[in-house]
């Protein structure tokens, strides 16, 4: 299991509290769409940090400066050895 430095757990289990949506995709979605539906979302790592990236529209979302520094992260799948 993943940990940090300072010995707390990462799951791997859907930990999300808040989403990050396209605004351009919300003002354009139907209303019978969710925005999970509509969205069409990468999200990657760049020189920097991390990035979200609407495809649909060719913006950025979100882009994360991790200022130089590594930080822990657990990439395995649940289930994954
Ligand atoms: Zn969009």
Redesign the pocket.
């Known amino acids: 299991m993943a940990a940090s430095k300072k010995g707390r757990v990462i799951p791997n289990t859907r930990g999300i509290t808040m989403f990050m949506h396209?605004r351009?995709?919300l003002a354009e979605k139907s209303a019978d769409q969710s925005p999970r539906e509509f969205a069409r979302l990468e999200v990657g790592f760049t020189e920097i940090g991390l990035q979200v990236w609407?495809v649909?529209?060719g913006?950025n979302v979100l882009h994360i400066d991790f200022e130089g520094q590594r930080h822990p992260a657990n990439m395995k799948a649940p289930g994954a050895q």
């Open positions: 396209c351009r995709c609407c649909r529209h913006c």
